[in-house]
C-alpha cells in the first residue's frame, strides 16, 4: 500500500509563494492519480488540483492560474506550486492517492498553510 508525507505548508504573506511536496512509499505510486485537497476550519474538505499517471491536470476553479500541480515519478513526489496566495488560501492541505484494484486509497497527514499579513 502507499504512504503519503506532506511537507511545505507554512505562514506567508498574501501574493506569496509556497511548494508543497507530498513523497510516496513505494513505486506503485507512480501509476496513482494523485490529488491535492485542503480543508479550512468549518468548512469541507474540497479538491485543489488533481494530476493522473499521464500529466493530465484538473485545477479549482479558485486556483486556476495561481497553482500548478506537477509530479516527478522518479522521486515518486508530486508537488503543488501555489503562487500569489490569497487569505482564503488558508487550510490544512493533504495529499490523496486515488485508489485502483489491489491498492487502497490514501491520505497524508496535511500540512498547514496560513496567509496573512
Known amino acids: 500500500q502507499v504512504q503519503l508525507v506532506e511537507s511545505g505548508g507554512g505562514l506567508v504573506q498574501p501574493g506569496g509563494s509556497l511548494r508543497l511536496s507530498c513523497a510516496a512509499s513505494g513505486n506503485i505510486f507512480r501509476i496513482l492519480t494523485v490529488g491535492w485537497y485542503r480543508q479550512a476550519p468549518g468548512k469541507q474538505r474540497e479538491l485543489v488540483a488533481a494530476?493522473?499517471?499521464?500529466?493530465?491536470?484538473n485545477y479549482a476553479d479558485s486556483v486556476k492560474g495561481r497553482f500548478s500541480i506537477s509530479r516527478d515519478n522518479a522521486k515518486n513526489t508530486v508537488y503543488l506550486q501555489m503562487n500569489d496566495l490569497k487569505l482564503e488560501d488558508t487550510a490544512v492541505y493533504y495529499c490523496n492517492s486515488r485508489p485502483i484494484p489491489g491498492v487502497t486509497e490514501a491520505w497524508g497527514q496535511g500540512t498547514q498553510v496560513t496567509v496573512s499579513s
Open positions: 494530476i493522473t499517471l499521464g500529466g493530465n491536470t
